[in-house]
């Protein structure tokens, strides 16, 4: 599988009601390792874990850690800054750091569309 079928493929198993799958997170994992500098792999693997059931072998900061290494691939990846700023608002109240990474996505947004 290249990037764009992992992509394609984990989009057809996201959760539309109720938690993340096994099957998701696994492929995630797999995803993340046949194409370590893939931002959008990244943020994909954080979201799913962020979803994940309880019972999952992640814990809840590891999304964040797949959202700021998909920032570290790719600073210009609104996506990924939008997600930090959405898990330090929501999982880890951060308001402050929230505050920066949704400013940061905005700036990147903003000059991608110039």
Known sequence: MNESDYIAELSSLWPTEGETSKEALTLADSAVWMFPDSAKLW???GDLIQLGQADIPYELEEA???????????PQFAEGHEEIGHFLDAVMPNPKRARRAFRQAAAIRAAQNL
């Open 64 to 74: 964040l850690s797949c959202y700021e290494r998909a920032v570290s691939i790719d």
């Open 43 to 45: 943020c994909m693997r």
